[in-house]
């Protein structure tokens, strides 16, 4: 049984958070926080996945030799700057690690470090250096809305979750915060994601279960095709739950990592329904395929295609652009055994059968379509399978968003 | 020596056209043409490439059959109505080649069909069955325009260019039309393009010319990532410049696969540059690559991502989202060697070098990137191979075209 609780990133037992305004990005406001800092009372069995983008920042590179050891303690994130492709990105990505040490008494390679902003600009390195103290200090058990906020860029709305789940009797807790909005696309979780819980379970065991949630999540949510150079998410595991420690894929795996599952689902739809400028979270639903993996491509190329985003926000049922899109995917597939229907909380209308358009309803496809969250769904009638990915609109307002986002 | 002349798709020796409104869409105002024909007075050796869309619409099966025998004598197309995913599509492809033949006094195997707009809707096709002895009743020697006008959708300018080559002491023209702007994606042609040569060539040699130039033009532009399922590109060559046939890949066909080059690259930049709501033509050279490849690869990741174009539409230089763009393209190549400018006619600016920002002038970026023409320029510093690719920004425009283009 997995129940919802509060608490995000600090639901599980022993995780402390804290979010302050530092002045990463020079000018910006003193009520954004850009400075985040999560610690764990306890050492941590620490799994991460990141992005798939052969121009990877910095700090990617310094987590991933920091976690060499499977181990670590907290997570220290600016925004205002990726600390991507500048001068001085890898030893100012160390000098985070090592700010957050000496501010939290522990070690630089006891920190998982993360970034996002602009790319390209030199980090003001000093202005982290002068605000860890001060994170340091505001590290609290109530922290995680100020972490979650500091993480924020164009994202509208703060990003948080937690369960709760038993295991061996004892209660086990899983919480995240995480940020999305721009860059958002499948291959790597394509975003900042940062998980903590008192679950007692392995290293191995633990980044088994996040790459296979990850997969199943994350990657499958698509804003506008483009994959960052700083996505990253982390697990950390402080087993302060005291359930029986978890070394296999025995029962008690499985329920972890639905539990995980849960949670990367969540922060998934979230970061899709948040995309930038988005005004509709857009699910394509697949069913009927030969395999999961071709349901994957093809619901990813429909939430993919800016004339099927561009028809969403105009709440416009041009399913002939699904179907195109579809087409274009290289996943095979049998256009005229092809069922297209639009649902959402105001109904469901059927538009396409056997690959044909049929008449319908315009007033009810656009009551459908003018919804907060639309699903388009298929048939292919081929197969078992299925899969689900998540999306966005493509408005005005990502345009206006990207047009001038340095300045 | 090309030298361009006027007269369009009507330039060479014993074409007409003629474009005419017939209503295919309901309400569209008759002061649009939506039916274009254009005819030979002799037969053509004939050639075409299509969209490699799963998703094909009727036309283009139909195209293909008609051209199996290598020979055409004209086209017959449509706007307002893409003919694709609608009951009675196939059939009413044919109809429309029937119904050309009957007003010129061919067969129905002698035309090429193709047809552009919504997808899925039940073409009229008795409004073209209508139209069709009015076009033919207009073919003229003057009709380029005219027909050119009546494929355009989105489109808000003609595209049309003819050009003048000499070959064995003979004067050869070959001129086209064609029409682009939403669903533009690499992958074959993705738009239509019909064009004309009075040039005697053999079929074989025509197709062989056709694929080898339409992979280096129309294969490099892309506007939103979209393949729409009708796209078509096909040649006819009527030989009534009575050149030397070509039969070889000899010197004269090299000369005429340039000239067909060239006509395809404006075509494909004018594409380019009037994507849907595009308020710049955007191009990205990739050179010091090791493989030409690698280098298409790269810079069409560039000009197909939408931050990219979202900057270029904001003349922002964020350079950042171009080294990003060629990160997750799939191509290799070391981020450390790379070197970045922005050019156009008030100027060029080295912006990254090795991968790493420079301190640039923000104004002279500006004014560089504010000009109607701009170039993404990437050294790889790798190899000596190369590659230019063809876009455009993203607009507030594009949002508005594509948000209900249905109704």
Redesign the interface.
């Known amino acids: 049984m997995i129940k919802e609780i509060d608490g995000g990133v600090c639901a599980a037992k022993g995780f402390q958070a804290s979010g302050v305004h530092c002045g990463v990005k020079a000018n910006s406001s003193p009520e954004k926080n850009d400075l985040a800092l999560i610690l764990s009372q306890r050492e941590c069995a620490a799994a991460g996945v990141y992005t ?5 920042a910095a700090p990617i590179y310094v987590t991933m030799d920091h976690l060499e050891d499977g181990t670590a303690w907290g997570v220290v994130a600016n925004s205002g700057n ?1 600390n ?4 001085m990105s890898h030893e100012n990505a160390e000098l985070m690690c090592a700010a957050a040490a000496q501010a939290t008494g522990r070690e630089p390679g006891d920190f998982i470090v993360a970034s996002t902003g ?5 980090i003001n390195i000093a202005a982290i250096q002068v605000g860890l103290p001060d994170a340091a200090a505001k590290l609290s058990p109530e922290g995680s809305d100020a972490a979650a906020r500091a993480i924020m860029t164009t994202d509208t709305v703060k990003k948080e979750i937690a369960v709760s789940l038993t295991l061996g009797g004892k209660e086990v807790r899983i919480g995240a915060i995480a940020k999305g909005s ?2 958002i ?1 499948p ?1 790597m979780g394509t975003m900042l994601c940062f998980i903590t819980t008192d679950c007692a379970i392995t290293h191995e065991m633990l980044e088994d279960a996040l790459r296979q949630v990850v997969m199943h999540t994350f990657n499958r949510v698509t804003v ?6 700083n996505d990253t998410c982390v697990v950390l595991a402080n087993g302060m739950a005291e359930n029986p420690l978890i070394e296999w894929m025995d029962d008690d795996y499985a329920a972890f990592k639905d539990a995980l599952a849960y949670v990367c689902r969540h922060l998934a739809r979230a970061i899709a329904g948040d995309g930038e400028g988005a005004s509709r979270l857009v699910t394509c639903k697949m069913v009927g395929a030969r395999s999961e993996e071709s349901a994957e491509r093809l619901a990813k190329a429909v939430v ?4 099927v985003k ?2 969403m ?2 709440a ?6 699904v ?7 290289k996943a ?2 049998r ?1 005229e055994h092809v069922d297209i229907s639009f649902e959402s909380e105001a109904g469901s209308i059927l538009v ?1 059968k056997q ?3 049929l008449d319908f309803d315009e007033d009810l496809a656009k009551n459908i379509l003018t919804q907060k969250e639309i699903v388009i769904a298929v048939d292919l009638h081929e197969g078992e399978d299925s899969a689900e990915c998540w999306g966005c609109d ?3 307002d ?10």
Chains 1, 2 share one sequence.
Request: some cysteine.
């Open positions: 798939l983008n052969r121009v990877k990726a991507a492709c500048c001068p602009v790319i390209g600009q030199t721009g860059m696309h291959n506008d095709g483009d994959t960052s150079t993919g295609s800016a004339l561009a028809a926000f105009g416009d049922a041009n399913w002939g652009r179907l195109c899109a579809m087409g274009y995917s095979p597939f256009p396409c690959g044909d358009g493509l408005t005005y990502y345009v206006k968003i990207n047009g001038d986002y340095r300045t």
